[in-house]
Protein backbone atom coordinates (compact mmCIF):
# COMPACT_ATOMS: atom_id res chain seq x y z
CA UNK A 1 0.00 0.00 0.00
CA UNK A 2 1.23 3.23 -1.25
CA UNK A 3 1.38 6.11 1.50
CA UNK A 4 1.80 9.97 1.71
CA UNK A 5 1.93 11.38 4.70
CA UNK A 6 1.14 15.18 5.44
CA UNK A 7 0.82 17.56 8.47
CA UNK A 8 -3.08 18.19 8.06
CA UNK A 9 -2.67 21.33 9.85
CA UNK A 10 -4.14 24.14 10.06
CA UNK A 11 -0.84 26.36 9.26
CA UNK A 12 -1.29 29.45 9.67
CA UNK A 13 1.79 32.11 8.61
CA UNK A 14 1.76 36.11 8.64
CA UNK A 15 1.69 37.42 5.36
CA UNK A 16 4.60 38.19 3.79
CA UNK A 17 6.41 35.12 5.24
CA UNK A 18 7.35 32.05 4.01
CA UNK A 19 5.59 29.56 4.07
CA UNK A 20 6.75 25.64 4.14
CA UNK A 21 4.94 22.62 3.52
CA UNK A 22 6.21 18.87 4.17
CA UNK A 23 5.21 15.77 2.55
CA UNK A 24 6.47 12.38 3.38
CA UNK A 25 6.04 9.33 1.25
CA UNK A 26 6.18 5.38 1.20
CA UNK A 27 7.25 3.88 -2.17
CA UNK A 28 10.79 4.02 -2.97
CA UNK A 29 9.89 3.66 -6.62
CA UNK A 30 8.35 6.67 -7.02
CA UNK A 31 9.61 8.83 -9.53
CA UNK A 32 6.78 11.74 -10.00
CA UNK A 33 6.26 14.39 -7.17
CA UNK A 34 3.23 16.89 -7.33
CA UNK A 35 1.88 19.93 -5.39
CA UNK A 36 -1.65 20.93 -5.92
CA UNK A 37 -3.45 23.72 -4.38
CA UNK A 38 -7.00 22.94 -3.60
CA UNK A 39 -9.59 26.08 -2.66
CA UNK A 40 -13.01 24.55 -0.79
CA UNK A 41 -15.35 23.93 -2.99
CA UNK A 42 -12.72 23.70 -6.50
CA UNK A 43 -11.25 21.51 -8.06
CA UNK A 44 -7.15 20.49 -7.26
CA UNK A 45 -5.01 22.76 -9.38
CA UNK A 46 -1.21 22.09 -10.05
CA UNK A 47 0.95 24.43 -8.68
CA UNK A 48 4.58 22.57 -9.23
CA UNK A 49 6.03 19.52 -9.95
CA UNK A 50 9.46 17.64 -9.92
CA UNK A 51 11.52 14.47 -10.88
CA UNK A 52 14.90 15.09 -9.74
CA UNK A 53 16.58 15.41 -5.99
CA UNK A 54 17.38 19.07 -5.27
CA UNK A 55 14.98 22.45 -5.82
CA UNK A 56 13.09 23.39 -8.32
CA UNK A 57 12.11 27.32 -8.69
CA UNK A 58 8.72 28.46 -10.08
CA UNK A 59 8.03 32.50 -9.33
CA UNK A 60 7.49 32.31 -5.37
CA UNK A 61 7.48 28.30 -5.18
CA UNK A 62 9.77 26.51 -4.74
CA UNK A 63 9.74 22.79 -4.73
CA UNK A 64 12.56 20.31 -2.82
CA UNK A 65 13.08 16.81 -3.29
CA UNK A 66 14.91 14.54 -1.37
CA UNK A 67 14.38 10.95 -2.51
CA UNK A 68 17.12 9.24 -0.12
CA UNK A 69 14.96 10.54 3.09
CA UNK A 70 11.86 10.17 0.84
CA UNK A 71 11.00 13.85 1.42
CA UNK A 72 9.34 16.44 -0.49
CA UNK A 73 8.46 20.39 0.50
CA UNK A 74 6.98 22.83 -1.16
CA UNK A 75 8.04 26.68 0.16
CA UNK A 76 6.15 29.79 -0.75
CA UNK A 77 8.05 33.17 -0.37
CA UNK A 78 6.17 36.20 0.06
CA UNK A 79 3.11 34.63 1.28
CA UNK A 80 -0.24 36.22 -0.03
CA UNK A 81 -3.45 36.04 1.44
CA UNK A 82 -4.86 34.20 -1.89
CA UNK A 83 -1.97 31.40 -0.97
CA UNK A 84 -4.81 30.07 1.80
CA UNK A 85 -5.95 26.77 0.61
CA UNK A 86 -5.03 23.10 1.29
CA UNK A 87 -2.09 22.05 -0.26
CA UNK A 88 -2.18 18.27 -1.75
CA UNK A 89 1.24 15.98 -2.46
CA UNK A 90 0.77 13.52 -4.77
CA UNK A 91 3.83 10.96 -6.01
CA UNK A 92 3.21 8.46 -8.99
CA UNK A 93 5.39 6.70 -11.34
CA UNK A 94 3.05 5.74 -14.75
CA UNK A 95 -0.15 5.81 -15.95
CA UNK A 96 -1.82 3.73 -13.31
CA UNK A 97 -2.91 7.31 -10.75
CA UNK A 98 -1.07 9.16 -8.37
CA UNK A 99 -1.01 8.40 -4.65
CA UNK A 100 -2.25 11.49 -2.91
CA UNK A 101 -1.55 12.89 0.89
CA UNK A 102 -4.81 13.88 3.13
CA UNK A 103 -3.97 17.70 2.36
CA UNK A 104 -2.15 20.66 4.23
CA UNK A 105 -4.55 23.60 5.32
CA UNK A 106 -2.80 26.62 4.75
CA UNK A 107 -4.34 29.96 6.69
CA UNK A 108 -1.96 33.29 5.35
CA UNK A 109 -2.64 35.82 8.13
CA UNK A 110 -2.93 39.57 7.01
CA UNK B 1 -10.30 24.11 -24.83
CA UNK B 2 -12.45 23.12 -21.87
CA UNK B 3 -9.74 20.67 -20.67
CA UNK B 4 -11.69 18.18 -18.71
CA UNK B 5 -15.83 18.12 -18.31
CA UNK B 6 -17.94 16.32 -15.69
CA UNK B 7 -21.39 15.97 -15.56
CA UNK B 8 -23.32 16.32 -13.60
CA UNK B 9 -22.16 19.21 -10.85
CA UNK B 10 -24.53 18.25 -8.13
CA UNK B 11 -27.09 14.38 -7.60
CA UNK B 12 -28.92 14.20 -4.71
CA UNK B 13 -29.91 9.99 -4.85
CA UNK B 14 -32.01 8.02 -3.04
CA UNK B 15 -30.38 4.68 -1.86
CA UNK B 16 -30.80 2.15 -4.36
CA UNK B 17 -30.92 4.12 -6.92
CA UNK B 18 -28.34 3.57 -9.70
CA UNK B 19 -26.63 6.92 -11.93
CA UNK B 20 -23.41 7.68 -14.29
CA UNK B 21 -20.86 10.19 -14.22
CA UNK B 22 -19.95 11.32 -17.15
CA UNK B 23 -16.29 12.54 -18.22
CA UNK B 24 -14.72 14.14 -21.25
CA UNK B 25 -11.21 15.51 -22.08
CA UNK B 26 -10.32 17.47 -25.06
CA UNK B 27 -6.76 17.37 -25.05
CA UNK B 28 -5.54 13.82 -26.43
CA UNK B 29 -4.55 12.42 -23.31
CA UNK B 30 -4.25 8.62 -23.59
CA UNK B 31 -4.56 7.99 -19.18
CA UNK B 32 -8.06 9.17 -16.92
CA UNK B 33 -9.04 8.52 -14.00
CA UNK B 34 -12.06 8.92 -11.02
CA UNK B 35 -11.25 9.52 -7.88
CA UNK B 36 -13.72 10.00 -4.62
CA UNK B 37 -12.81 12.70 -2.17
CA UNK B 38 -13.97 12.70 1.72
CA UNK B 39 -13.56 15.39 4.33
CA UNK B 40 -10.19 14.76 5.51
CA UNK B 41 -9.27 11.47 3.12
CA UNK B 42 -7.38 13.39 0.78
CA UNK B 43 -8.19 11.76 -3.14
CA UNK B 44 -8.58 8.11 -3.05
CA UNK B 45 -8.85 6.43 -6.56
CA UNK B 46 -11.49 4.44 -7.79
CA UNK B 47 -10.57 3.38 -11.07
CA UNK B 48 -8.32 3.78 -14.13
CA UNK B 49 -8.26 4.01 -17.48
CA UNK B 50 -4.75 3.84 -19.22
CA UNK B 51 -5.74 3.64 -22.46
CA UNK B 52 -8.46 3.53 -24.53
CA UNK B 53 -9.74 0.13 -24.40
CA UNK B 54 -8.82 -0.82 -21.14
CA UNK B 55 -9.88 0.09 -17.29
CA UNK B 56 -7.95 -0.89 -13.90
CA UNK B 57 -9.36 -0.80 -10.33
CA UNK B 58 -7.49 1.58 -7.68
CA UNK B 59 -7.87 1.72 -4.43
CA UNK B 60 -11.48 1.59 -3.91
CA UNK B 61 -13.40 -0.04 -6.59
CA UNK B 62 -15.94 -1.84 -5.03
CA UNK B 63 -19.63 -0.70 -5.91
CA UNK B 64 -18.88 1.03 -8.70
CA UNK B 65 -17.76 0.15 -12.56
CA UNK B 66 -16.77 2.59 -15.57
CA UNK B 67 -16.70 2.25 -19.07
CA UNK B 68 -13.64 4.14 -21.61
CA UNK B 69 -16.15 4.79 -24.18
CA UNK B 70 -13.00 6.06 -26.40
CA UNK B 71 -10.18 8.24 -25.92
CA UNK B 72 -11.97 11.44 -25.10
CA UNK B 73 -14.59 9.77 -22.85
CA UNK B 74 -14.69 7.78 -19.40
CA UNK B 75 -17.92 7.06 -17.02
CA UNK B 76 -18.76 5.97 -13.97
CA UNK B 77 -21.59 4.09 -12.82
CA UNK B 78 -22.74 3.50 -9.16
CA UNK B 79 -25.51 0.44 -9.89
CA UNK B 80 -27.03 0.52 -6.51
CA UNK B 81 -25.81 3.86 -4.41
CA UNK B 82 -24.96 3.54 -0.51
CA UNK B 83 -25.35 6.36 1.47
CA UNK B 84 -21.51 4.95 2.07
CA UNK B 85 -20.75 7.07 -1.91
CA UNK B 86 -21.90 10.15 -0.33
CA UNK B 87 -18.78 12.35 -1.98
CA UNK B 88 -17.30 14.53 -4.19
CA UNK B 89 -16.40 12.77 -7.25
CA UNK B 90 -12.97 13.99 -9.85
CA UNK B 91 -12.14 12.77 -12.74
CA UNK B 92 -8.40 13.60 -14.23
CA UNK B 93 -6.23 13.19 -17.37
CA UNK B 94 -2.74 12.67 -18.45
CA UNK B 95 -0.52 12.40 -21.04
CA UNK B 96 1.49 9.25 -20.66
CA UNK B 97 4.15 10.22 -23.56
CA UNK B 98 7.12 12.22 -22.56
CA UNK B 99 7.77 12.23 -18.65
CA UNK B 100 5.76 14.46 -17.61
CA UNK B 101 2.24 12.42 -16.51
CA UNK B 102 0.59 16.00 -15.41
CA UNK B 103 -3.13 15.09 -14.22
CA UNK B 104 -5.55 17.87 -14.60
CA UNK B 105 -9.03 17.81 -13.15
CA UNK B 106 -12.27 18.23 -13.90
CA UNK B 107 -14.62 20.49 -11.73
CA UNK B 108 -16.28 17.65 -9.71
CA UNK B 109 -19.17 16.32 -9.14
CA UNK B 110 -20.62 16.42 -5.66
CA UNK B 111 -22.66 13.22 -5.00
CA UNK B 112 -25.62 12.77 -1.74
CA UNK B 113 -26.92 9.86 -1.23
CA UNK B 114 -29.61 9.85 1.40
Known amino acids: QKEVEQNSGPLSVPEGAIASLNCTYSDRGSQSFFWYRQYSGKSPELIMFIYSNGDKEDGRFTAQLNKASQYVSLLIRDSQPSDSATYLC??????????FGKGTHLIIQP | NAGVTQTPKFQVLKTGQSMTLQCAQDMNHNSMYWYRQDPGMGLRLIYY???????DKGEVPNGYNVSRLNKREFSLRLESAAPSQTSVYFCASTSTSGSQNIQYFGAGTRLSVL
Open chain 1, 90 to 99: AVGGGADGLT
Open chain 2, 49 to 55: SASEGTT
